[in-house]
């Protein structure tokens, strides 16, 4: 994976740390600039923030043809245990966006996170992959107009979807994760 780690400006040491998880795909790109500007923010403010590209996808190595939810929430432990070493902290906030907040909160289920912001999460994963689809189907039609025959049904918006893929993500339950406990 490939990340970018903003220390904190502050003469202490900082008391906690931030992972912020993207979103998926055409909204990954879209936050891009909110969230190095909040990775900014954060590193003002004396908190270390680190932001990052899941396997397969953004700047990280790997092929999204191989990349799987699990392999994901897997990254988000990876990230939350690589910003404890590199800072020292024993607190971390991790923040996620539409698909990177579910992927949060799986991952929080299995790694210790003393804050999680969720913002959007992705509550259905079936009727998300059915958004995605929705989605690129309204994109080639504006682009290509009603010329536009059988839709590739492993493409959305420039990302491949994969049927494992597509099962993974239609698998994402926010609801179906333990409740987290204090």
Not at 16 to 38: D, K, Q, S
Not at 40 to 45: F, H, T, V
Not at 132 to 156: I, K
């Amino acid at each position: 994976m490939l990340g970018a780690l903003h220390r904190g400006t502050r003469m202490q040491g900082p008391s906690i740390a931030a992972v912020l998880c993207n979103p998926f795909g055409e909204e990954a790109a879209r936050a891009h600039r909110m969230y190095r500007v909040l990775s900014e923010q954060l590193a003002r403010a004396g908190i270390p923030a680190l932001r990052f590209d899941f396997a397969g996808t953004g700047d990280s190595a790997g092929d999204v043809d191989a990349a799987s939810v699990g392999g994901w929430v897997d990254d988000v432990i990876c990230a939350v245990q690589e910003v404890t070493a590199k800072t020292k902290v024993k607190r971390i906030a991790v923040i996620g966006w539409r698909l990177g907040a579910t992927l949060a909160a799986r991952a929080a289920e299995r790694v210790a996170v003393h804050q999680l912001v969720l913002v959007d999460p992705v509550l259905d994963g079936r009727a998300y992959v059915q958004e995605l689809r929705a989605q690129h189907r309204a994109y080639l039609q504006a682009e290509m107009g009603p010329r536009v025959g059988t839709l590739s049904s492993d493409e959305c918006l420039g990302v491949r979807l994969t049927p494992e893929l597509c099962d993974g993500l239609a698998g994402c339950d926010v609801f179906a994760t333990a409740p987290l406990s204090q």
